[in-house]
């Protein structure tokens, strides 16, 4: 695994092909995603953006191994996603990705330490000692391993969560509006955790947002609308993306 | 429609599934309840006209005025009347027919050679009276007894034993007769009187065999001219009878001998089956209260929103209350319903297994209607009523507040009033059981310690997860930290939920430690009393059987190979006023076979007026040797004994001893209920048997067996009792699974979006099904520990308070295997139950978990 690791280090970290997803049948048939196709670089820091609706979040959990597409084709690394059954994604998921969502992020009966080892101990494995003493560090909980999350505010039950998600080396990273629930200057120290972390590290990081100011930190922005995609911004700052985001709600 | 009412409708629709559990809950305590009284009612019912019918034809029965009760005995021994009698009560105008009814005991041997009932019913035989209106048996098929050894028996029997007409065969009387069978018959429209096996002989083989001599009958059967009523013809009698005689009316014999088997079998049966459906529904009491607790709780928010919008505290609580109503109601009538198509289904299959159940519709008393239904409602609002105060007293804040870990239970009030709550009932205890012995203080303490063990529960259940799931972590890595952190995650409900399999529990120990205790007494009883080397008997239980023939122990005797062989005969007196078994034997034999403990006096010197009593009867009356006490028989002789001896050891004895000389004058049917054997010098234990079975084959083939077998024997009867004990309590274990299951399904949905986590995160199915069922042995491993050590407590509590109420020592044991047995299935059950929960956790949608609110 780690050869496969190596080679796709300098490639994408994943990517979805002509990613069409239906929610409903009949009637009530809703395309989420209408063909899309997007590549996620490794080493990068990536903003999934768009309105309400505009499937950004279907693409997150089809790429991510959470949620199937109807037709085109998911990969993480060179694992195509359509080929595993239910056991191997989860595998996949535990072994090769990390997650931090929106809200409810930690397990409530672990302590700091254990929800961080998490993946790990769901795998059975030691994981490396010098990484994940490392990632306390950088997310800056040493003196509250041995809390339980309610006893942390939210932005530090956050910083567990990124931590916990990087604790395995996955390819990539996908973090679901991951300052939603929280104050800017919270959200603000877990979005610089995440830009950091993929820095200092060559880790990928995929991001759902709906806030330019979050999309600022990311080194790419791609916008999403009605299930397309419809651009792509370099070195984003707060400004232009909002500025982005303005120019595609004007005609719909 | 008020709004409470609407309310709780729309949440019980909404929230059908959670409810399955406490319907089922109630359903089967209710239907278990429903179903015994219903039973009992038919039973009742069917025993009620099957006497009726049988001896619709009899008018007035003259019989022996008094009874000796012994104790333990609810049939006391009737003095027998004089068979010339007849004739003096033929005289009697309005008299149309009379005859003598001669009863005893006579077992028949089966065509496979073994003997035919015993196990509980009577075995009877009597006289065949010829006049079919007065005889309650009817000939179905053949003819009635002509000659000497000829027999009816009832049809019952005969299928049972594989005999038909023609047929000879041995009966036990309890000397062996030869007897053939010429015909059979019913009684009442069945096959027989429930399981009492009957043998009709002639009249004067019944004198021969069943009395002590011709001339005595146990009563004497009238019927009346046409249009003398029952009422005028005992009034016409009495006056001719002699003193100590009695007529009573037909219908009155027919309700005694109803009630008689109504005291004797339905009432014990019934009862029996009541207790064990009340523990059902103690338990189901467990599983409603900890159901509503967590749905109230799941429901703070949505109650919270209830009380900010301005409802009541009222209109909360009733809206639960209602809920619980609803659930009640359908449960118990649904409870009800089952509970007679149980005794229905009981009736179509007790017949199929030879059991004849009286035929005829099922009958259902009022109080068997409303009982179940009361209860089963009382039991489910009462479980409802303290969380349906607390949903009331929700804060309107709460709707903001997300509940994680909820350790309220283990509170210092709570340990303070439990620890202390504990101490006094094993005080209580304590006191009744070894320092002033008394049955109320020890079972008050017993009672106390059961609240105790409840009450503590939660306090317990955080160190108890902790020390039992311990091994988890090392075994199950991740999995089993999590199930053991989630079993932790709120006491209070652990513990409800383990508290239900703990009372199943507790009560399976509990028979189990009496069961092996009194198996433990019947072996030391035997080996501390029994000196001999075989001890011969009819294994029999209950009033069947009919005993040895008292001529076995002298033919015995007779063998090369045997130094003593010593009967022990049964006969009853009051003993200065009070009922009073006696063993009848060859006392200066009898020490020989059996470790009588320290004698003072001369056992040989009782001749036809000394009697030998235990010590203790001799304390408690202060009777020394030299003292006078008078017996009064049962054929109304008194007469004056002197205690010629008095005896340490009273196990297999019994209390009072008299020769088989000073019986003779006073015996009815007789019988010895065991001979012991010891053989001579170098006699082997093989050769000593084997010509100890020769000679008794002769005698109606009774059991010979060594010490050992026959202490096992003994015990036997306490193993059937166990396996009956353990199939009623299999309804409370299920109840108390399902309530785990209920449990651990209410939680799954509460933890909706932390398993989608996990599962996000990477937990396989396989890993997310074992931790919730690692979560449900954890709970129930927990449940069984209480239960055993509340059961053994139990136990030992009932084995020393019996030990203090009876005259012989009580042992006590722990049987090891026994309870690791029901250790395992305790904990099996923990498994079993966590599998749907776990299936259902498994297949939750990831994405849909992480979503949802």
């Not at chain 1, 490396?128 to 932005?155: F, K, N, Q, T, Y």
Request: proline content about 4%.
């Amino acid at each position: 695994m780690s050869t496969a690791t190596a080679t796709t280090a300098t490639r994408n970290a994943a990517r979805v092909v002509d990613a069409v997803k239906v929610h409903g049948v009949g009637d009530t048939a809703v395309r989420a995603l209408d063909g899309v196709s997007v590549a996620f670089p490794a080493g990068r820091f990536t903003a999934i953006m768009g309105p309400s609706g505009s499937g950004k979040s279907t693409l997150m959990h089809c790429a991510a191994g959470l949620d199937t597409l109807t037709s085109g084709t998911a990969y993480i690394g060179d694992t195509e996603l359509r080929t595993l059954d239910e056991r191997r994604l989860t595998l996949l998921r535990r072994d090769r990705v990390g997650f931090v969502f929106q809200a409810y992020n930690l397990v409530p009966t672990l302590t700091v330490e254990e929800n961080i080892r998490l993946p790990l101990d769901l795998a059975g494995e030691r994981g490396e000692s010098e990484w994940i003493d490392a990632l306390v560090d950088v997310v800056g909980l040493r003196d509250r391993l041995h809390h339980r999350p309610s006893e942390l505010s939210g932005g530090q039950q956050q910083r567990v969560a990124v931590a916990r998600a990087f604790a395995g080396r996955p390819d990539v990273v996908f973090a679901d509006e991951p300052t939603g629930n929280l104050d800017s200057r919270a959200g603000g120290e877990v979005l610089g955790l995440l830009a950091r972390t993929v820095r200092r590290t060559g880790r990928t990081v995929v991001m759902v947002t709906h806030d330019p100011v979050a999309a600022a930190h990311a080194d790419e922005v791609v916008f999403l609308a009605d299930g397309r995609l419809v651009d792509r911004m370099e070195s984003p700052t707060a400004d232009r993306v909002l500025d982005r985001m303005k120019a595609f709600e004007v005609p719909s | 429609m008020n709004a409470s009412l609407r309310l709780s409708l729309s949440s019980l629709r909404a929230h059908r599934r959670r409810f399955a559990g406490t319907f089922l809950a109630v359903f089967l305590g209710v239907a278990f309840l429903a179903g015994t009284l219903v039973m009992g009612d038919t039973l009742r019912a069917g025993f009620d006209s099957m006497f009726g019918n049988a001896t619709a034809g009899t008018d007035a029965v003259v019989r022996g005025a008094d009874t000796i009760t012994t104790p333990g005995e609810s049939q006391g021994v009737r003095q027998p009347v004089p068979t010339d009698l007849a004739g003096t009560v033929e005289a009697v105008p309005g008299v149309a027919a009379v005859a003598p009814d001669i009863q005893g005991a006579g077992q028949l041997v089966g065509g496979d050679g073994r003997p035919i009932g015993g196990q509980g019913p009577p075995t009877l035989a009597g006289n065949w009276i010829p006049d079919p209106k007065l005889n309650p048996y009817r000939l179905a098929e053949g003819r009635a007894p002509a000659r000497s050894g000829e027999v009816v028996v009832n049809r019952g029997t005969a299928d049972k034993g594989g005999l038909k007409i023609g047929d000879t065969t041995t009966l036990r009387t309890p000397d062996p007769v030869r007897v053939t069978i010429v015909g059979l018959a019913t009684f009442g429209g069945e096959d027989g009187m429930a399981q009492v096996t009957f043998t009709g002989m002639t009249r004067a083989d019944a004198e021969q065999y069943l009395t002590a001599g011709p001339g005595r009958a146990t009563s004497i059967v009238v019927r009346a001219d046409p249009g003398v009523s029952q009422a005028e013809l005992v009034d016409r009698l009495t006056p001719v009878l002699p003193e100590g005689v009695e007529a009573i009316t037909g219908q009155e014999s027919a309700q005694e001998n109803t009630d008689m088997i109504a005291s004797r079998f339905l009432t014990i049966f019934t009862t029996f089956l009541l207790v064990f459906s009340g523990v059902a529904l103690l338990v189901a009491t467990f599983s409603i209260h900890n159901t509503f607790a967590i749905v109230v709780a799941q429901r703070a928010r949505e109650n919270a929103l209830l009380r900010a919008l301005g409802a009541s505290r009222r209109q909360v609580t009733e809206a639960t209350l209602v809920e619980a109503a609803a659930v009640a109601v359908t449960a118990s009538a649904a409870g009800l319903a089952g509970g007679i198509g149980i005794a229905a289904g009981l009736q179509a299959l007790f017949p199929a297994i030879g059991f004849p159940f009286p035929e005829g519709d099922l009958v259902i008393g009022a109080l068997s209607l409303t009982v179940p239904l009361v209860v089963g409602v009382l039991v489910c609002l009462g479980s409802a009523l303290l969380p349906a105060v607390r949903a009331g007293r929700t804060a309107p804040l709460a709707a903001l507040r997300e509940t994680a870990v909820d350790s309220s239970g283990a509170s210092r009030p709570r340990a303070v009033t439990g620890a202390g709550l504990l101490a006094l009932a094993v005080a209580a205890t304590l006191t009744g059981v070894l320092v002033t012995p008394s049955v109320w203080l020890a079972g008050g303490g017993a009672v106390l310690a059961l609240i105790a063990f409840v009450v503590l529960g939660p306090v317990a259940a955080g160190t108890a997860v902790r020390v039992l799931g311990s091994p988890l972590d090392r075994l199950r890595g991740v999995t089993g930290g999590l199930a053991r952190r989630n079993a932790l995650r709120s006491p209070k409900r652990t513990a409800a939920t383990a508290g239900a399999l703990m009372i199943g529990v507790a009560v399976v120990s509990l028979f189990t430690v009496f069961g092996a205790s009194l198996k433990a007494t019947m072996d030391q009883t035997v080996s501390r009393s029994f000196a001999g080397d075989v001890a011969v008997s009819t294994p029999a239980f209950g009033a069947g059987g009919s005993g040895l023939s008292p001529r076995l122990a002298p033919a015995l005797g007779r063998l090369p190979e045997v130094d003593t062989a010593v009967g022990l005969g049964r006969g009853v007196a009051e003993v200065d006023g009070k009922g009073r078994a006696l063993t009848v034997t060859d006392p200066v034999a009898l020490r020989r076979t059996f470790d009588l403990g320290t004698v003072r006096g001369d056992l040989g010197a009782l001749g036809t007026d000394g009697i030998a009593i235990t010590r203790q009867e001799a304390d408690r009356r202060h009777l020394t040797t030299g003292d006078t006490t008078r017996l009064a028989f049962t054929d109304g002789d008194e007469k004056t004994f002197t205690v010629r001896a008095v005896y340490g050891r009273s196990e297999l004895a019994g209390d009072y001893v008299i020769t088989r000389a000073a019986w003779a004058p006073h015996r009815t049917q007789d019988a010895d209920t065991l001979v012991a054997v010891s053989f001579a010098d170098g006699v082997s234990a093989a050769e000593g048997k084997a010509a100890v079975e020769k000679v008794a084959a002769i005698y109606g083939n009774p059991e010979v067996q060594t010490r050992d077998e026959y202490a096992q024997s003994s015990a036997g009867g306490i193993d059937m009792m166990l396996t009956l004990v353990y199939a009623l309590l299999a309804l409370a274990v299920l109840i108390a699974l399902l309530g785990i299951a209920n449990t651990l399904t209410l939680a799954i949905h509460e933890r909706t979006r932390e398993l989608g986590l996990l599962r996000a995160v990477g937990q396989t199915r396989s890993q997310l099904r074992a931790m919730v069922r690692w979560e449900s042995v954890l709970v129930a491993a927990f449940g069984t520990v209480g239960g055993l050590a509340l059961g053994a407590f139990l136990g030992w509590v009932l084995v020393r308070a019996s030990d203090g109420s009876s005259d012989s020592a009580f042992a006590f044991a722990l049987p090891p295997a026994r309870l690791a047995v029901v250790a395992l299935v305790g904990i099996a059950a923990g498994v079993l139950a966590g599998l749907r929960p776990a299936r259902r956790a498994a297949h939750l949608d990831v994405l849909r978990a992480i979503a949802t609110q």
